[in-house]
């Protein structure tokens, strides 16, 4: 089975970082497209970061992050990491990590086959 364990959710100030991991299990990430998402209440699931499993690894940024959040991921440990820095309160969400069977990725929630459960992120201002 497929499982994705995302962690390192908190409370940081504005301007502050912080690092989410996503370990996942029965997956290798040669054959899944892995990524970050997140949701506010009334609001859609949003892509963030998505990296591709092929396509040389080509990766996907949402504006909203661009330049402030990166994407990583160490095979060895079969774990995806989300660095934030620069947070805003407008940041503020559940964070999830997501898997899909595919070489090259949209980052479309939509599209995802597999999720964890979400970590909170809260960012004061």
């Known amino acids: 089975d497929v499982q994705l364990q995302a962690s390192g959710g908190g409370v940081v100030q504005a301007g502050g970082s912080l690092r989410l991991s996503c370990e996942a299990s029965g997956l290798t990430f040669d054959d899944y497209s892995i990524g970050w998402f997140r949701q506010v209440p009334g609001k859609e699931r949003q892509g963030l970061l998505c990296i591709s499993s092929s396509d040389e690894g080509r990766t996907y940024v949402d504006d909203s992050v661009k330049g402030r959040f990166t994407i990583s991921s160490d095979n060895a440990k079969n774990t995806v990491y989300l660095q934030m820095n620069s947070l805003k309160p407008e940041d503020t969400a559940v964070y999830y990590c997501?898997?899909?069977?595919?070489?090259?990725?949209?980052?479309?929630?939509?599209?995802?086959?597999?999720w964890g459960e979400g970590t909170l992120v809260t960012v004061s201002s």
């Open positions: 997501a898997a899909e069977i595919t070489i090259s990725t949209t980052c479309d929630a939509g599209a995802m086959d597999y």
